[in-house]
């Protein structure tokens, strides 16, 4: 089964947030992003092996942003 978020648009939507003004700059535009697939990229947990997982563009981009504002949000 092939996912819906394909990992080689990630970087174009990145860029379309940007270039259409909607994103102040990279890091707005990479939340927007994520803000927008989440659910697409749990839906990847199913569909994937851990190799394809890991190596998709949406999930290293999860990872690279990390939880880090939370947990210091909750001190």
């Known amino acids: 089964m092939n996912p819906l978020l394909k990992s080689e648009s990630v970087d174009a ?3 379309d947030f940007l270039l259409s ?4 700059n990279a890091f707005e535009a990479e939340e927007m992003f ?4 989440l659910p697409d ?3 990847l947990t199913q569909l994937l092996d851990d190799q394809e997982f890991e190596s998709h563009e949406a999930v ?3 990872m690279s942003h990390g939880s880090r504002r939370l947990e ?3 001190r």
Not at 34 to 37: F, G, I, R, S, V
């Open 13 to 15: 939507q990145i860029d």
């Open 21 to 24: 003004g909607r994103a102040r």
């Open 34 to 37: 994520l803000d927008a697939h």
């Open 41 to 43: 990229i749990v839906q």
């Open 60 to 62: 290293k981009l999860l």
């Open 72 to 74: 210091d949000a909750l």
